[in-house]
Structures are given as structure tokens and as C-alpha cells.
């Protein structure tokens, strides 16, 4: 058997293409303990997310995660859960293909679209297989992750080098790497949290909670940290909000090791402290929603700020397949292909 993939047929008479594979990370294919479990193993075995000696991580990871956790996280996933599948799933693809119908409208009618996720179905290898079957010679990588963090965009990176490392042709190959600062992304964002605003009928304390990272991770030079706050800072100065208006934080720490600082949890507690009894959540840090907005801080968080006092915790929908949203992406890539039309 041959070590290298042969190229795809393709008709002689058949356009050269560009491909944009869209990325994102993942999800379980359903919200049981097994598809759960199948998910996290893929995930949590990745040396990019979890960056410990493999003689350490190893054996908790099979003899305490996997075993007891997706019981807990399946629990989570069935409360979020669409009629079409996982939020994250969804929403990704129905931003694919939005972002896809707009390039239609490029100078060239030769862009392909399609979505592959880093960890899960359907995987970047099969989404790199699908373009090269339309004759793509060029390919855009886009990960959905404003800000670059290694253990996301760093796997993207990863996941999709190994996928054409064995393939007989290779095509030319451009990569974003994060868009925190981006014009687009950022009205679009502005107009997603005056929009919600005007839908619950007041504006109140806006509360950034972004994924956060283990601290030690910033501190051997990733960029994850230092991007988000530009985004905050961007963010709140379009909206015209003054220092006292608005809170950065981060959400979804793992272990026992300190992760970026402030938590949202803590966050929660000292607004709460304050007097502040109304708040608004936004998470720029994902495109689109899934179990760590609509249920950790939807469901989890909200509970957390009412049981101190809070009245009223809102979640600002993520931009997901908003047409901002997409023509903000659309416009990026038109930039990266700058050469290539």
C-alpha cells in the first residue's frame, strides 16, 4: 500500500479552485456518556491542550477523566441540545455555509467552502478530501477563533499539517491566525450586544468572559491574553462605555493549575458585591454558541449571580450565523486571497 495518498480524479476539463476550510473545534456527536467520552479522549489527548508529561497526564486522564466525567458533561450537553444536533455543530455549519454564498460573489466564482472540526466529525482530513475532489490548488486554513491561543489555532495548525502530509499533491497553503482587532469582527460584536440590548429593553454591566488558559501559558508566550483584551478594549470603546461600565474575565478553567485571572466566577461574586444587580454577558472568545455559553454561563453563571443577589443575568447570543457576522468573515478572507483571484 502506498504511504501517500494519490490526488483525487478530477475532470481535465474541471476549474482550478480555491478552498477555505472553515475550523472549528468539536463537539460529540450526540449528548451521551459514550459519544462523550470519544470526544474528550480525542480532545483532552491533544498535547496542545493539556501541555504535560504524557507519564503524568496519561493515567489521570484514563483512569479518573474519562471514566466520571462525560457522565457530567452529557448531563450538560442534554440541556442545550438542537432538534439538529449540537449548537456548536449547527451553527458552524449554517456559518459555512452563509460564508460560502457570499464568496460566490467574489471577483471569481472558483471558492470553495466547507467546515471541518479539529477534534469529532466531520474532521479536517475528510473536509480537505472533499476540496480536493472540486480541484482545489489552494486552500485558505480559517479557524473560528478571534484570538490566537496555541492549545486552538495552534492545533488547527497541527491537525490540518498532518492531514496533507500525506498527500501526493499538495496545494498552496495560507493560514489566519486570529482576527481580535479586525474591523468587522469588532461591529459586528458592537452591533450583537446593542442589538440584545434593545431586546431585553436596558443596557447593564457588560460582563467579557472569555475561555481562559492555563497562566503558565502566557508566560512561555502565547499571545491569548494580550489579544482578548484588545478585543475588550475595542469593544467598549465602540459601545461608549466608561471603566466603571464594563468587566474582563475568564471562564472555563480545568485542574488544579492557575489559569488566566480574573474568573468569571469570582468576577460574579465582587459585581454582586458591588451592587451591581443587573448584568450582561457576552463571550467574544466564540464564534458560535455552544456548552460553554449556553449552559455554563447561561445556566450555571446566572444561578451563581441570582443566589448573590443578582437580579437578572442575560447572555448576549454569540454572532453565529448573523449576516455581520459572516460578511466580516468574508471580508478577511478576501484579504487572504489578495494574489490568488
Not at 4 to 31: K, Y
Not at 33 to 46: I, K
Not at 114 to 129: D, K, W
Not at 189 to 215: F, N
Request: proline share 6%.
Amino acid at each position: 500500500m502506498a504511504y501517500f495518498r494519490a490526488a483525487a480524479p478530477v475532470a481535465a476539463s474541471a476549474p482550478e479552485r480555491i478552498g477555505v476550510l472553515v475550523v472549528n473545534l468539536g463537539t460529540p456527536d450526540s449528548p451521551t456518556y459514550f459519544a462523550v467520552q470519544r470526544y474528550l479522549r480525542e480532545f483532552l489527548s491533544d498535547r496542545r491542550v493539556i501541555d504535560a508529561s504524557r507519564l503524568v497526564w496519561l493515567p489521570l486522564l484514563y483512569g479518573v477523566v474519562l471514566p466520571f466525567r462525560p457522565l457530567r458533561t452529557a448531563r450538560k450537553y442534554r440541556k442545550i441540545w438542537m432538534p439538529e444536533g449540537s449548537p456548536l455543530a449547527v451553527y458552524s455549519q449554517r456559518l459555512a455555509t452563509k460564508l460560502g454564498a457570499m464568496l460566490q460573489g467574489a471577483p471569481s466564482d472558483h471558492v470553495r467552502v466547507v467546515l471541518g472540526m479539529t477534534y469529532g466529525a466531520p474532521s479536517i482530513a475528510s473536509a480537505i478530501e472533499a476540496l480536493a475532489e472540486h480541484n482545489v490548488r489552494r486552500l485558505l486554513v480559517l479557524p473560528l477563533y478571534p484570538h490566537y491561543c496555541a492549545s486552538t489555532i495552534g492545533s488547527v495548525f497541527d491537525v490540518a499539517s498532518r492531514a496533507l502530509q500525506r498527500r501526493r499533491w499538495l496545494p498552496e497553503t495560507r493560514f489566519v491566525n486570529g482576527y481580535c482587532d479586525d474591523a468587522g469582527y469588532i461591529g459586528a460584536l458592537t452591533e450583537r450586544v446593542q442589538r440584545h440590548w434593545a431586546e431585553v429593553g436596558e443596557r447593564s454591566h457588560l460582563l467579557l468572559s472569555y475561555h481562559g488558559i492555563p497562566a503558565d501559558y502566557v508566560k512561555r508566550g502565547d499571545p491569548y491574553q494580550a489579544q482578548t483584551e484588545t478585543t475588550s478594549r475595542l469593544l467598549a470603546a465602540r459601545l461608549g462605555l466608561g471603566p466603571q461600565d464594563w468587566s474582563h474575565c475568564y471562564q472555563s478553567r480545568f485542574g488544579a493549575k492557575a489559569w488566566l485571572t480574573p474568573y468569571t466566577d469570582d468576577m460574579l461574586m465582587e459585581l454582586a458585591r458591588r451592587g451591581v444587580r443587573r448584568l450582561t454577558v457576552a463571550s467574544p472568545s466564540f464564534a458560535v454558541d455552544c456548552l460553554e455559553t449556553l449552559e455554563e454561563v447561561a445556566i450555571e453563571y446566572r444561578d451563581r449571580f441570582l443566589k448573590q443577589g443578582g437580579e437578572r443575568l442575560s447572555l448576549v447570543p454569540a454572532l453565529n450565523d448573523d449576516d455581520r457576522h459572516a460578511e466580516a468573515l468574508a471580508a478577511i478572507v478576501k484579504n487572504r486571497l489578495q494574489g490568488w483571484i
